[in-house]
């Protein structure tokens, strides 16, 4: 789908480390503020356990996972709406992205300096998202200037939509709200898309704990929410403890997880919540060659889905059979699923559902 999720925090919060974790690269870290300077990208799976339900019963030669990119992006400096630590490059690379994680730290290390000089997470946080505020009113401050005369004229209908939509997002971000939080038309949000503001962008905060927080991370994760706003996304996860994880056999990692005393990685559950944060939904094909999930936008129908695959199956597009992935594991086959009447043809208006698993029918 080329679509990309952002990691980006203060300097020494443990991005590098996280982005190791995902993608199971080893790109450099080190315990000094600002010396990465350039961003890291790197594909990672979604662990989908659907598809593990799926294999058990086809039994295919191969299996293929969906997967997403995330981007590290070096350390934001406070100030760096006005040109301090990498400025602008920071930010360009930011406006790259389709959602961001937002990773803040929460863990003590004398050998690891904060840059601010002691661990605030909240106080960090109001630190990044102002920097992004700051940035995206420039950019508000500069088209404002550019069309007030013709907006307040009437010179033309795009004009007034678009200096209204950018009045209510000013406001907003003067308010010390989000961009994201500004109720906008479908045309305002049409005719303001390409200034990719960067308080607009879905975000998940990831609060970088330590391995001795980890048993009392839902409580850390309350008090957050309580200071930013119960709506916010927000997740903890220990990135030193998921990078050695990253590095462990299936049997080895059971194990660690076992003597941690939980069942599941917190670094899935990062994936599968960006995975949901960037809008995406997964379908399936199976067979005997092979087993595969793939991604998709949310609302997309069927002959964008089959364009997923390959262009000429969107091109060609006639039809494309569905199984209801729970029909599917209740009846235990393709054949019972047809016999019990759960089998069904779709066509050009039919919008993929999470779930799918599909054969596309085409004729070029």
Not at 68 to 89: C, K, M, P, R
Not at 134 to 147: C, G, H, T, W, Y
Not at 176 to 204: C, H, Y
Not at 261 to 288: C, H, M, P, R
Request: glycine residues 6%; hydrophobic residues 40%.
């Amino acid at each position: 789908m080329g679509l990309t999720a952002g990691i980006l925090g203060l300097p020494n919060v443990g991005k590098t480390t996280l982005f190791n974790a995902l993608t199971k690269l080893d790109a450099p870290t080190s315990a000094f503020p600002y010396t990465t300077q350039e961003s890291n990208i790197g594909a990672v799976e979604v662990p989908d356990e659907r598809l593990d339900r799926i294999v058990e019963i086809v039994k295919p030669r191969n299996v293929v996972r969906t997967s997403f990119q995330f981007t590290d992006v070096a350390g934001l400096a406070e100030g760096a709406s006005h040109g301090e630590g990498l400025g602008n490059q920071f930010l360009a690379h930011i406006r790259e992205v389709d959602a961001i994680c937002h990773v803040v730290r929460c863990f003590k290390d004398d050998n690891v300096a904060h840059v601010n000089g002691a661990i605030d997470p909240v106080g960090d946080i109001e630190v990044v998202n102002l920097e992004l505020a700051f940035a995206d009113l420039d950019v508000i401050a500069k088209r404002i200037e550019k069309i007030e005369k013709k907006a307040k004229m009437k010179a033309d209908h795009d004009s007034v939509a678009e200096y209204e939509a950018l009045t209510l997002i000013k406001q907003a971000l003067e308010d010390g709200k989000m961009a994201s939080s500004v109720k906008l038309t479908d045309e305002q949000a049409s005719l303001v898309r390409n200034f990719s503001f960067l308080t607009m962008k879905p975000m998940i905060y990831v609060l970088n704990i330590s391995e001795d927080d980890i048993a009392n991370a839902d409580k850390l994760i309350n008090e957050v929410k309580k200071a930013i706003g119960e709506d916010n996304k927000v997740v903890a996860i220990s990135a030193k403890i998921e990078e050695e994880l990253s590095k462990l056999s299936d049997e080895d990692k059971e194990m660690f997880l076992a003597d941690l005393g939980i069942s599941e990685t917190s670094l899935n559950l990062l994936v599968k919540e960006t995975y949901d944060l960037l809008g995406l939904q997964t379908f399936f094909t199976a067979g005997e060659k092979e087993c595969r999930s793939w991604t998709f936008k949310k609302g997309m129908k069927a002959p964008q889905c089959a364009g997923v695959i390959h262009s000429d199956f969107e091109r060609g597009f006639i039809k494309a059979e569905i199984v209801a992935y729970d029909d599917f594991i209740k009846y235990g086959s393709l054949q019972k699923v047809k016999e019990a009447g759960k089998f069904r043809l779709e066509g050009k208006e039919y919008v993929f559902q999470d779930g799918d698993m599909t054969i596309f029918r085409f004729n070029l």
